[in-house]
Structure formats: structure tokens, C-alpha cells
């Protein structure tokens, strides 16, 4: 009788190639891309050996694993992925996994690691304990005295989903699981692999230099102002999002986080949403350099920029009145940096997931290694990086920003200003 393994990943390719290769050696197997159906697979046939991918849609990796191992301290479970970490094998194999293969998969090395796991059917490991997702509380940013009940929806996704991609700054591989949550819960960050739970608000900001990174009990998570942007632009309220360190860099701007959110679908839910409503000016620094937040129907981003030539002065003004606005005007504009500051950025450990194909790279004279999306391609990313740092505040902003060679920093102050004085 031939033995039985379930395949579980959430690439139908993966899917495919490991059924093939171990159906070639005589085995038989089941497959699937999500996490709960993995579990009901499980208790219903009785796999000897799971292939099990780290990044799945509905729970990840690590939550499944635990989760077969309370059904059945046995169950033999190999680890697989392309974007995990050290600290996620060490955690897996800890929690109880077999073994943990690194993607692509190597023809040999599966087939050992299926004659390993079936010849060390574990009996006797304790399962560690877990903390469930429905345990979890949460709930939305603290109320501030400028918050009004609109009469438009809160948002969610119509369903999970998984991406993969690089980290601008760790250079190292990385994946992003994000996943709907009911009304009144906010946008939530989850640290992988230790579950740390990091309420998506500025008081959580612990870095703004060359991007903005979040923190809780030493954990952090980096780059995040590109998603938030996409998801402030869409109005998604609501959201978990389950992250290795960094958030993908993807192409160093927002369009591919749009076109996920428009591929998954964005979904009203029934409860209203609030705004933050900007009643008086709120501003950062003077001069030539300064940030203005001050009181608008609607919301909307001004921002000029000056820097040597190449680049010179850019203004970008933009109203956020449509997904479909931001996403063609906005979205596309990328993330910059500049030759005379590379040897600084490593320095700081920075920079490291830069390549030609994520960042516009700028030398003394010429933009280095692509051709602009937009004249004023480098404004356009400033007002991008405006509407994901803004997002922090835990609410949609109806407010208008006036800015002038401001940065991270600066969205951040403007931000803590007004909870000093709106909380």
C-alpha cells in the first residue's frame, strides 16, 4: 500500500511539480492551498507525511503546524519555503516539523526528507502552546476628539491572500499574508515567526529613517508606507497582515499592492467608518521646509520638491477622490535613492534588497538605471509616502498637506502633534 502525502501550498505550480515528483516514486497525494481545509484533509485521511508551505492565505504556516500537531502529535510535517528565515526553521522544527526545505526544491533533497520523515514518526514531542487567531483582540487606533462618523462603509478584503518579494532594506526574501477582519478591528501587523501583534499606529513607530519602521517588545517590522498608502487610497479599515520583518518591496512603489487589492476585491462591510477631520492647521518646521495639515473637504497632498540636478524642482498636487485616481496617478511612482548616499546606507545596515529593478537610482548627472514613469516621478513618490505615513494615525485623514522637502520624520512629527493635542 502506497503512503499518502498532502501537499499544501498556495501556488498551484508548487502544487503540481511536488505531486508529480512524488507521485514518479510511488506515492500518493492530496493538495491543496489553504491552511483550515489542510486541517479538515488531516483528520479525514490521515496523510503519513505533510509537505507544508510557510506562507499560506488563511493561516499561515506555523499556525497549520500547530494545529496538526494538536490533532496529532505524530503527524510528520516538512517545512517548505521560499522567504522564510533562519528563525522561522529553528521555530518550526521546534514546534515539531520534521524537516524545513528551502525553495526551489531540490529533486533528491525531497525525496530524503519524505524517507527521513516517514522513518521518524515523532510519538512522544509536546506540542508547544499557541495562541489561536480568534483569541487575539482587535481592535481599532484610540479614539482621538477629532474623529466623525462618515457616511461611507468600512473596508475589508473579499478573501486571504499571499505576497512574496524582496525587503528594500534587509535585502533578505520575504512574504506578506494579508487577511480580512470584521468591523471595528482596525489594521494590524503580526510578526513572523513570533506572532507578535503590532497595531498599525504611529505610536508603534520606532524608525523614520530612509522609511518608516514599527515596533513592539523588539520586534520590528519595516518599509511599511507603501502598503499603507494603497490600503489609505482604498479605504480598507480593517486588516491583519502577517509579515517576516519587512514589507515586499515589489517593484519600490505602490501599483502591485493595488493590483492585489483589486484582484482580491475590496469589500464594504455594514458599519460606518470614521475619519479623522482636520478642524485647525497642524504644522512641522519652517522655511523651506515645513509640513501643513490644515482643514479640507476631502483630502489632499501638495508636495514640492528640490534637489541638485538631475532631478531640480518637481511640484505634485493630488486630490484623492478614487482608488482609480491614485492608482494610475500615485501608485506607480517609486521609491528613490541616490549614488553619493549608498556607502551611508549600507552603513546602517540599509539597503541591502535594492536592485535595479526596485528603486530609481540616481547618479550626479542622469537617473542611472530606468527610464521615469512620470516627469515628476520623485514628487509623486513623496505624496505616496504623505498618504501611507498619514495612514498611521489608525484613521482616514480628510485634512489637505502642504509640504516642502519633508520626509518620514517630518509625517511622523505632524502626526504626534496632532495626538498631543487632539487625544
Not at 523651506?288 to 498636487?317: H, M, N, T
Not at 484613521?395 to 502633534?417: C, E, F, M, S, W
Request: net charge negative; glycine share 10%; hydrophobic share 40%.
Amino acid at each position: 500500500m502506497s503512503h499518502l502525502v498532502l501537499i499544501v501550498d498556495d501556488e498551484p505550480g508548487i502544487r503540481t511539480a511536488l505531486s508529480g515528483i512524488l507521485e514518479d516514486e510511488g506515492y500518493e497525494t492530496v493538495a491543496t492551498g489553504s491552511g483550515s481545509e489542510a486541517l479538515s484533509l488531516y483528520q479525514g485521511r490521515r496523510p503519513d507525511v505533510v509537505f507544508l508551505d510557510i506562507w499560506l492565505p488563511d493561516r499561515d504556516g506555523l499556525e497549520t503546524l500547530q494545529a496538526l500537531r494538536d490533532e496529532d502529535p505524530s503527524a510528520a510535517v516538512i517545512m517548505m519555503s521560499g522567504h522564510g528565515t533562519a528563525t522561522t526553521a529553528v521555530k518550526a522544527i521546534k514546534m515539531g516539523a520534521i524537516d524545513y526545505l528551502e525553495k526551489p526544491l531540490s529533486y533528491n533533497r525531497t525525496l530524503e526528507a519524505v524517507a527521513g520523515a516517514l522513518g521518524r514518526r515523532l510519538t512522544s514531542l509536546e506540542p508547544l502552546p499557541s495562541r489561536q487567531e480568534g483569541e487575539r483582540d482587535y481592535e481599532p487606533a484610540p479614539p482621538l476628539s477629532l474623529l466623525r462618523e462618515s457616511p461611507r462603509p468600512q473596508r475589508t478584503l473579499s478573501k486571504a491572500t499571499v505576497l512574496y518579494g524582496l525587503g528594500l532594506h534587509s535585502g533578505s526574501r520575504t512574504g506578506m499574508a494579508i487577511q480580512p477582519l470584521p468591523p471595528n478591528s482596525g489594521i494590524h501587523f503580526v510578526t513572523l515567526p513570533t506572532g507578535t501583534q503590532i497595531p498599525c499606529h504611529v505610536g508603534m513607530v520606532a524608525d523614520t529613517d530612509y522609511a518608516t519602521t514599527l515596533s513592539r517588545d523588539g520586534e520590528n517590522i519595516r518599509t511599511v508606507e507603501h502598503l499603507l498608502s494603497a490600503l489609505h487610497a482604498y479605504g480598507v479599515t480593517n486588516l491583519l497582515i502577517k509579515v517576516h520583518g519587512e514589507i515586499p518591496v515589489l517593484d519600490g512603489s505602490a501599483v502591485e499592492f493595488c493590483k492585489t487589492l483589486d484582484e482580491v476585491g475590496v469589500v464594504d462591510q455594514p458599519a460606518p467608518r470614521r475619519e479623522l477631520v482636520v478642524d485647525r492647521p497642524f504644522q512641522v518646521g519652517e522655511g523651506d521646509k515645513s509640513l501643513l495639515l490644515e482643514p479640507y473637504d476631502g483630502f489632499a497632498v501638495s508636495y514640492f520638491l528640490r534637489y541638485p540636478p538631475p532631478l531640480g524642482e518637481q511640484l505634485c498636487e493630488f486630490e484623492l477622490g478614487s482608488p482609480a485616481g491614485y492608482r494610475e496617478e500615485i501608485a506607480p511612482a517609486r521609491t528613490f535613492g541616490f549614488m553619493r548616499d549608498l556607502k551611508m546606507m549600507n552603513e546602517l545596515g540599509l539597503g541591502s534588497g535594492g536592485r535595479l529593478d526596485n528603486f530609481i537610482l540616481v547618479g550626479d548627472d542622469q537617473v542611472i538605471n530606468t527610464e521615469l514613469r512620470f516627469p515628476d516621478e520623485f514628487a509623486r513618490h513623496k505624496v505616496l509616502d504623505i498618504i501611507g505615513d498619514l495612514y498611521l494615525l489608525g484613521y482616514p485623514i480628510r485634512g489637505k498637506v502642504t509640504a516642502r522637502l519633508t520626509g518620514h520624520r517630518d509625517n511622523i512629527r505632524v502626526l504626534r502633534q496632532i495626538l498631543a493635542q487632539a487625544a
